[in-house]
């Protein structure tokens, strides 16, 4: 499997250059269904912070440190909850982008094969 924040990223740059384009009409359930994704990671986002107040494991050196890990993974750093729900959201988002992008692009890219198959360009 490949890297899914790089394709999305490759996916957004080649509708944003032209290189593919989209029927507005038939992207419309496409580009719903991811907003309504985005939408639902960011209020998973938004209610992110309630899961880093630390567990009561006790009052000993080992549940203090496993608390507090428990606490940091799940709204700190590189390897947290939040952290991957935010990267979601920027693949939602370049999607959702890249969707916009190729939808705009439909028409030009559709007059150009047809021009070049009649011999016009």
């Given at each position: 499997?490949?890297?899914?924040?790089?394709?999305?990223?490759?996916?957004?740059?080649?509708?944003?250059?032209?290189?593919l384009?989209?029927?507005?009409?038939?992207?419309?359930?496409?580009?719903?269904?991811?907003?309504?994704?985005?939408?639902?990671?960011?209020?998973?986002?938004n209610?992110?912070?309630?899961?880093?107040?630390?567990?009561?494991l006790?009052?000993?050196p080992?549940?203090?440190?496993?608390?507090?890990?428990?606490?940091?993974?799940a709204d700190?750093?590189?390897?947290?909850?939040?952290?991957?729900?935010?990267?979601?959201?920027?693949?939602?988002?370049?999607?959702?982008?890249?969707?916009?992008?190729?939808?705009?692009h439909?028409?030009?890219?559709?007059?150009?094969?047809?021009?070049a198959?009649?011999?016009?360009?």
């Open positions: 499997m490949g890297n899914s924040y790089a394709d999305a990223a490759a996916f957004k740059n080649a509708a944003v250059n032209g290189q384009g989209v029927d507005p009409d038939a992207a419309q359930n496409v580009l719903k269904k991811i907003r309504a994704g985005k939408d639902s990671v960011e209020n998973l986002l209610n992110a912070g309630a899961l880093a107040e630390a567990p009561k006790g009052a000993n080992v549940g203090d440190a496993i608390a507090a890990k428990f606490s940091q993974r700190g750093g590189g390897d947290s909850y939040a952290q991957a729900l935010q990267n979601l959201y920027g693949q939602y988002q370049q999607a959702e982008d890249a969707i916009v992008a190729a939808m705009s439909y028409h030009q890219i559709e007059q150009d094969a047809s021009d198959l009649s011999g016009r360009a």
